[in-house]
């Protein structure tokens, strides 16, 4: 019950700060929380990050098997992707086999990696029809403070740029790295009336859970999309959503892009 | 497998044209213990659609006292496809469910109906690419013939961009070729399309071509919204001539016909004073 109150004030501040055009983390609407990237973080996996959006923190990690390829596509690569949110990172979370939320949240984020071709398939294949490289994204939540998949998105493509194709473990030739060819970023925000949030914190989505993810390409091309949450969007907040999220994905690709190029050390956290 | 050419001298590879609809059937009404329910086809896809309530929430805890609970389950048959799919839940069926019942629930007006649950089941029998879409124009209509309340109508349609060309409700060669697809779902009220209910995309489109997208879809949803609407009046016409007043239900069935601006909620009203 005490609950349900605090959420009633909680959800009327912010949504009176949303209508005299503030945050309340004082954020433009536009703005991102600071990002940082830490990728090669677990030595074990063939690539990893952990990517911190404000107070938001997901790990994923990549393993590689060999597998046979599917039917329909005998000389590619195989792309798994999972996420799970584990009761660890938020007190709403509960353990068991993944909800419906956490297979949203995979789906979407292996459709930005596989759309926009961010790996090389082709280059997966071992022996075609036989064998070829099974790539496992695996996606683990730590603290969901909002948008977990944007968080997701981005640490799914850091550890992916960070992997080693293990070949020299299976015996099959020399460790290559591999093959990325383009940075998918994905942008959510939060529609609040006629206002678009990007990059909405836990406390902003007390005003309800009206969301749309776009993701882009390095072209910027659109690749993903998914509404998500019971609402109505009209058509011309569509195309608004549509224009902002190309245009921030450029920026926050940029910013991903330097993180990275740090490297494995404990990226400073960078304004977006 | 090769890709086949898709667009052979400006047709399709069913000969349709680029804005061209498959043909769509609508029945609303055909299955006995539901409270509504609608059979469709498009293509090859068939569907049939089911709507369980206002009833009680069975795991009690599930009530919502201020309003009703929406469950919606899309489930495919296993002969549904061309190589048996395992019966039961998979990932994508888990999703499309989420968005689709996410699609409905803002236009149900679930505040009339509190501490109760409405069920809405789609079954897809035959599967044909755009089954998500088909279910939800059959969700809508078994929706309105279970008379449950709802600010409009639900109507959906994908578009795919196949050899470059943007076009209308693909077909499974044109989805599995296709360079992208966009499942799209507009509330449509009075004749009007309001606003976006349900949105996806997978594949690869310019900015320009998104917006294009967007348009194709709202041409082909409108087409579609005529259908559903007839499919409801035929239904209570049918029902009507049972009865003493068929002509009021004639008349009833006209004025929506000559009306549309007649919103779903006033055909729903109109047509339980039929059946009393």
Redesign the interface.
Known sequence: MTDDILMDIKRDYVLSRIRAGERIDGRKFDEFRPISVQTGIIEKAEGSALVKLGNTQVVVGVKMQIGEPFP?TPDRGIIITNAELVPLASPTFEPGP?D?NS??L??VVD?GI???EAINLEKLCIEEGEQVWMVFIDIHALDDDGNLMDASAMAAIAALMNTVVPAERFEVGEDFPLPVQDLPISITSLVVDDKLLVDPCRDEMSVGSNL?TITS?RE????????????????EK??EL??LS?AKAREIREAVESQIAKGGRNGEDEES | ?EKPKLIVDGKRLDGRGFEELRPIKIEAGVLKRADGSCYLEMGKNKIIAAVYGPREVHPRHLQDPSKAVIRYRYNMAPFSVEERKKPGPD??S??I???S??AL???IMKELFPRSGIDVFVEVLQADAGTRTACLNAASVALIDAGVAMRGMITAVAVAKVDGQLVLDPMKEEDNYGEAD?PIAF?IRNGR???????????????EE??RA?ELAKKGVMQIYKLQREAIMRKYMREGEDYEGSAEAAEVAKELSENEGGSEKEGGQSEQEVKE
């Open positions: 329909d993944p419906e297979i949203e995979a789906r459709r596989r759309e926009s749309m390409d910027g091309r659109v690749v993903a999309m998914q509404k998500s949450g019971s609402y109505l969007l009209p058509e569509f195309y549509l224009e190309v | 497998m990932r994508r888990v999703e469910s989420k968005v019942r996410e629930e803002p236009v966009v509330l399309i309001e606003a976006i209910a349900l949105l996806q995309m997978d594949g690869r489109l310019t900015l998104t917006r967007i």
